[in-house]
C-alpha cells in the first residue's frame, strides 16, 4: 500500500494504491489522519481508488472513520474512480448511501 | 460436492491448499496466491475479488478474535473448482464460534452518524457468497463456501 497526496483546487486529492488489507490498514489509518486530520488537517478531501486494487472492512473501517471526523468539522469527503469490485462492496455495505462517491476525479472535485 | 483435499484426490478439479500460521503478513501472501490460482483457472476477476476478500474477512477473524488466546495455531485452507462452483473450505483450531450465526448482523441503512466502525466483515462474506457453512467437529471450527461461477458474475450482488 502507498499513498500519494496532492491539493487542487483547494482540496486534498489521496490516492492509495495497491492493496488495503487487515496487515496494511493500520497504515493506510495513519497516513491518511496525518494527511486529513490535526491541527492543520485538511477537511476537503477527495480519495482517488483508480489505482486502488483490493480493499477489506479494516480499510472501509478507516474510511468511515474519516467521513464521520471531516463531518464533525463540517468538511467533506468524496471517494472515485473505484473498480468494480470495490463499488459492490461498497454498495452491499450501504456506504454509497453515506459517502458520495463519483466515477472520475473531475466529477469528485466538482462537488466542493 | 466437497471440495478435495490436496493432489491425493481422484479428481482432475484444480485444487489449491494451504497451511498458514495465525500471523496477517502470511494472510496477505495467502490471499495473492489464491487470486493467481483462480484467475489461472479462469475465474473472472469479479468472482475472484468476492473470493479473495471473504477468505480474507473470515481468516482475519480467526486470527484476531478465534485464536487469539493461542500462542501458535494454524489455519488450514482447501479451494477447488467443480463444475463451475468454486469450493473453499477453512478450519482452525481456535475457540467455537459461528460467523455465520453468532456475528451481529449491521444495520446497512443508518445514516453516516449513527453507523458503527466495524463489525461488516462476515455480512460482506455472506452477501457475496453462494452458500455459507460452518460445522464444529471435535477441536475444530469448519467454515465451507461456495460460490456459483456461473451466475451473478456481472450483475451487482444487490
Redesign the interface.
Known amino acids: 500500500m502507498n499513498l500519494t497526496d496532492e491539493t487542487k483546487n483547494g482540496v486534498l486529492v489521496l490516492s492509495p494504491q495497491g492493496r488495503i488489507d487487515t496487515r496494511t490498514s493500520s497504515e493506510f489509518e495513519q497516513a491518511v489522519m496525518a494527511h486529513a486530520i490535526g491541527p492543520d488537517g485538511a477537511t476537503q478531501v477527495v480519495m482517488n481508488f483508480g489505482g486502488l486494487d483490493y480493499i477489506n472492512s479494516t480499510g472501509m473501517r478507516v474510511l468511515l472513520i474519516l467521513a464521520k471526523r471531516l463531518a464533525g468539522v463540517k468538511g467533506k469527503l468524496v471517494l472515485c474512480e473505484m473498480k468494480e469490485h470495490i463499488l459492490e462492496v461498497f454498495k452491499i455495505s450501504g456506504f454509497n448511501q453515506i459517502l458520495t462517491i463519483t466515477d472520475t476525479e473531475a466529477d469528485a472535485l466538482e462537488r466542493f | 460436492m466437497a471440495p478435495r483435499r490436496g493432489p491425493g484426490g481422484k479428481s482432475k478439479a484444480p485444487t489449491f491448499s494451504c497451511k498458514l500460521d495465525k500471523d496477517?503478513?502470511e494472510?496477505?501472501g495467502m490471499?495473492v496466491a489464491l487470486e493467481e490460482f483462480a484467475e489461472k483457472h479462469g475465474v473472472s476477476?469479479?468472482q475472484t475479488?468476492?473470493i479473495?476478500?471473504s477468505v480474507?474477512?473470515l481468516v482475519?477473524n480467526i486470527?484476531?478474535y478465534g485464536t487469539r488466546a493461542m500462542e501458535h495455531a494454524h489455519i488450514h485452507m482447501w479451494a477447488t473448482i467443480v463444475d463451475g462452483t468454486f469450493h473453499i473450505e477453512i478450519e482452525d483450531h481456535g475457540i467455537p464460534f459461528d460467523p455465520f450465526h453468532e456475528a451481529p448482523v449491521?444495520d446497512?441503512?443508518?445514516?453516516?452518524?449513527e453507523?458503527p466502525?466495524?463489525g461488516?466483515?462476515v455480512?460482506?462474506v455472506q452477501?457475496?457468497m453462494t452458500t455459507t457453512n460452518y460445522e464444529r467437529t471435535k477441536d475444530r471450527n469448519r467454515i465451507t463456501l461456495t460460490r456459483s461461477l456461473t451466475a451473478g458474475g456481472q450483475e451487482?450482488?444487490?
Open positions: 496477517l503478513g494472510l496477505s490471499l476477476p469479479l475479488q468476492r479473495t476478500l480474507d474477512e482475519t486470527i484476531k449491521p446497512t441503512t443508518l445514516p453516516l452518524e453507523r466502525i466495524g461488516l466483515g455480512f460482506l452477501s457475496l451487482e450482488a444487490q
